[in-house]
């Protein structure tokens, strides 16, 4: 189980824009990161402190914050932002966990 | 450039142990966390821990104690992860990934356990 909610499935028309949601009290808190799956891949950052893109991120992803919930939106998708996304974040007390949230299957029609 | 390179496949029987390697180049190894994250087949990502490569203190997420050893070989820049009394639900994918910031990813290391 995690204490990150995200729909596990979700879907855009090309060109579209679409917003990936991940909800958990423990965002009221702490920024989210964002890790994209593409099949028989292993993920990549494409968003980190809330809305930081790493080297080589389009700057058609990016991401936000209100209260819970982050998100990831995608504007103008493209047939290759078809993938899983993934949010986690890390607890900076402590042991420094980490948790992921279920995963978003992206689809873009 | 950042690389996280994993060992190949492994196959396993039922009770048996495994080691999976990361071995890291284009940075600095002790200045970054070596996390490890396990995907079972058609499954999501589940942070197991990290291991501190300043002073190899590991840190195991819950579920992930007993069974379940970080080390490293900071000699060649390499981290490890063993697992033993290997189970069939230890089948799975494992990743190394760097850093607190989890930012470079190995490319994975794929275990079965099968009798």
């Known amino acids: 189980s995690s204490d990150l909610t995200q729909d596990p499935a979700v879907s855009v028309a090309l060109g579209q824009t679409v917003r990936i949601t991940c909800r958990g009290d423990?965002?009221?808190?702490?920024?989210a990161n964002w890790y994209q799956q593409k099949p028989g891949q292993a993920p990549i950052l494409v968003l980190y402190?809330?809305?930081t893109r790493p080297s080589g991120i389009p700057d058609r992803f990016s991401g936000s914050s209100s209260g819970d919930t982050a998100s990831l939106t995608i504007t103008e998708a493209q047939a290759e932002d078809e993938a899983d996304y993934y949010c986690?974040?890390?607890?900076?007390?402590?042991?420094?966990?980490?948790?992921f949230g279920g995963g978003t299957k992206l689809t873009v029609l | 450039q950042v690389q996280l390179m994993q060992s190949g496949s492994e196959v396993k029987k039922p009770g048996a142990s495994v080691k999976v390697s990361c071995k890291t180049s284009?940075?600095?190894?002790?200045?970054?966390?070596i996390n490890w994250v396990r995907q079972a087949p058609g499954q999501g990502l589940e942070w197991m821990g990290w291991?501190?490569?300043?002073?190899?203190?590991?840190t195991y997420a819950q579920g992930f104690t007993g069974r379940f050893v970080f080390s490293l070989d900071t000699s060649v820049s390499t981290a490890h992860l063993q697992i033993s009394s290997l189970e069939a639900e230890d089948t799975a994918m494992y990743y190394c990934?760097?850093?607190?910031?989890?930012?470079?990813w190995g490319q994975g290391t794929l275990v079965t356990v099968s009798s």
């Open positions: 990934v760097r850093g607190l910031g989890s930012d470079f």
């Open positions: 284009g940075y600095i190894f002790t200045s970054y966390a």
């Open positions: 291991i501190n490569t300043n002073t190899g203190n590991p």
């Open positions: 423990s965002l009221r808190s702490y920024y």
């Open positions: 402190s809330k809305n």
């Open positions: 986690n974040y890390r607890d900076n007390s402590g042991d420094r966990i980490v948790v």
